[in-house]
């Protein structure tokens, strides 16, 4: 090996983009000062479905210091709400197509309806996020190759959920 890096597309965008905005006032915050970790390490999330499992997905990321919450969505107000406050002030939504629209998010959490699941999961993906989504995935076989065809032509991660499995500490033992 050489001993050189191969850059991505996005990450040669993304750092062309930090030095042209460079010489702007950029607080230390931002560079990740004062403890903090910068902007640039940190991945934009939105929550969407904040029921009982979406809640209790987000109050995970919102532990997580590499994860900042920046967008919440649901159709119910009550719920809406109460995320909102949770998340800190980041942006409410009662559609999740708005969420895909914005690209300053990098990952999508959903745990809406089942019968939903696939739908926004593709979009997502097609609108350049990774998803990390609720069991189950899928309601049909079919929409499951539709999830794994949209992941492999938008080049996209997606993740299925199951608490028994994955937890803080990683994987579990079947023993467990």
Known sequence: MSGKRKIDRRSFIKG???VAAFPTIITSDALGGNGRM????????AAIGIGRMGSNNLRQFLRHPRIQVVAVCDVKHD???QAKDQAGGADAYTDYREICARDDID???CATPDHWH??????AMKSGKDVYCEKPLTLTIAEGRKMVEAARRYNR??????QRVIGDNGPKSAAA
């Open 16 to 18: 062309a983009a930090a």
């Open 107 to 109: 990952a999508v959490m």
């Open 157 to 162: 991660v997606i993740s299925g959920g199951s």
């Open 118 to 123: 696939a739908q926004i999961c593709i979009d």
């Open 38 to 45: 910068s902007a640039g390490d940190r991945i934009n999330v």
């Open 79 to 81: 719920n809406l709400r």
